[in-house]
């Protein structure tokens, strides 16, 4: 037995310090192959330091193993040595055979910077170079998905599996390509994909993005199926409960909605679209109190955010609670990128609180945004109307008979001071 399979054998027996001792051996008596497999075991195993020090002594007696240099730039790149990595790589020539190898570690490490389009770059000049290798065409595909270029992977991906590759490094082509289809939303293709890779790949991530998927086509109840699965598999699987808890909804099972919502925050308390879900649930189930619990721990958790005070504006809306959605409504719009939505509510508001002058002002700032919306531009009729502004009133009926020409109360309003709306 060589020293270096002696040194492999103390290792997994925890016994660091013969195993150092088998090192040292090893590089002085074992062969340069046995060497190579050793510093291949060393890697595998997280033993950089070790990795590292037998590839030098390679390097030192075959100075051009372009090999070791990329094997030193991946260590480098792992221990955060960026810049030795890239003198690794800069190192080896262009004719190299292990030219392309080196790109794709480059590819790599570019990636972790967070800078794509230099990966990118490099990955195609491996290809120009292997033009039908799968391990770089599989790297493409994958830098396209992360980067949201869904078409690109999507063709990348179908190609290798023409090509007779159906998994690489543990990832299964058609999970990709069932995910890649539904960022896209191609929903019918995604769940031909997505069904096919549940059946060799049942994994949390493939079912939720099966359920998801289903969401999203409105078949609820099988998505109801695939999350409860994702649940059973990992219940700290957060993303699975605000599609779970809608999934009931829409399927009318609100008690198990409240569960699933009451289950989730359980496992995140920072996900605000769980407290409006479990809001729009609540309310469903009569129980106006926890609906605003929810709403204000929702605001608590992120009180700069627009949805969550537009909800909660309606709701107090709901409850006829004028004066506090007033006061609610005026301070978010100091604190805030004004949704038009909430000057609307608070024209509404005003108006109940016979504080006409200042509906008046709302409703204006509103009108530009709902000059399509049917329910606003009536409602702003008749305000302006009751308010003996007659002739905004009239711009605003016409507006409003653009797109229910068929509401006669309007018509004979209008016919009745003689204008022609037509």
């Known amino acids: 037995m060589s020293y270096s399979q002696k040194m492999v054998d103390a290792l997994q027996n925890d016994q660091l310090s013969e195993a150092q001792e088998f090192l040292t051996r090893a590089l002085k008596q074992d062969s340069i192959d046995d060497l190579y497999q050793l510093s291949d075991s060393l890697y595998q195993l997280g033993f950089l330091e070790q990795t590292k020090e037998i590839l030098h002594h390679l390097l030192a007696q075959k100075k051009d193993d372009d090999e070791i240099k990329v094997n030193l730039a991946e260590i480098a790149i792992e221990e955060g040595n960026e810049l030795e990595a890239i003198d690794w790589l800069?190192?080896?020539?262009?004719?190299?055979?292990?030219?392309?190898?080196?790109?794709?570690?480059?590819?790599?490490?570019?990636?972790?910077?967070?800078?794509?389009?230099?990966?990118?770059?490099?990955?195609?000049?491996?290809?120009?170079?292997?033009?039908?290798?799968?391990?770089?065409?599989?790297?493409?595909?994958?830098?396209?998905?992360?980067?949201?270029?869904?078409?690109?992977?999507?063709?990348e991906y179908e190609q290798l599996l023409t090509m007779g590759e159906e998994n690489l490094a543990g990832i299964h082509l058609v999970s990709r390509l069932g995910s890649a289809y539904s960022a896209l939303g191609d929903w019918e293709n995604a769940i031909d994909y997505l069904e096919e890779a549940v059946e060799v790949d049942d994994t949390v991530d493939t079912l939720f993005q099966l359920g998801f998927t289903y969401f999203q086509v409105k078949e609820y109840q099988r998505a109801n199926e695939c999350l409860y699965k994702v649940k059973e598999m990992d219940h700290s699987y957060t993303s699975l409960y605000p599609y779970l808890a809608k999934g009931l909804d829409e399927e009318n099972q609100l008690d198990k909605a409240s569960e699933i919502i009451e289950e989730g925050l359980l496992q995140d308390k920072t996900n605000y679209q769980l407290y409006l879900i479990g809001a729009e649930v609540e309310l469903k189930r009569s129980n106006q109190v926890k609906a605003e619990q929810?709403?204000?721990?929702?605001?608590e958790l992120d009180p700069d955010n627009e949805t969550i005070s537009l909800q909660y504006t309606n709701f107090l809306l709901h409850q006829e609670r004028y004066e506090e959605t007033v006061e609610f409504v005026q301070k978010a719009l100091t604190e805030l990128d004004a949704d038009p939505q909430?000057?609307?509510?608070?024209?509404?508001?005003?108006?109940?609180?016979?504080?006409?002058?200042?509906?008046?002002?709302?409703?204006?700032?509103?009108?530009?945004?709902?000059?399509?919306?049917?329910?606003?531009?009536?409602?702003?009729?008749?305000?302006l109307r009751e308010e003996g502004q007659i002739e905004k009133s009239r711009e605003v009926g016409i507006r409003y008979l653009e797109f229910r020409s068929d509401d006669l109360e309007i018509q004979e309003i209008l016919n009745n001071e003689h204008l022609d709306f037509e």
């Open 90 to 155: 800069q190192s080896i020539d262009k004719t190299s055979s292990v030219y392309p190898q080196a790109l794709l570690v480059s590819a790599d490490y570019y990636q972790v910077l967070d800078l794509p389009e230099v990966s990118e770059q490099k990955l195609l000049e491996a290809q120009s170079i292997l033009e039908n290798e799968p391990v770089i065409l599989f790297a493409l595909a994958e830098l396209h998905f992360t980067m949201g270029k869904y078409a690109q992977a999507i063709r």
């Open 294 to 299: 929810y709403y204000k721990l929702a605001l």
């Open 342 to 383: 909430l000057h609307w509510n608070l024209a509404v508001a005003q108006n109940e609180l016979e504080e006409y002058d200042a509906a008046r002002r709302a409703y204006d700032k509103a009108y530009p945004y709902f000059d399509t919306n049917i329910e606003f531009l009536k409602q702003y009729f008749f305000f």
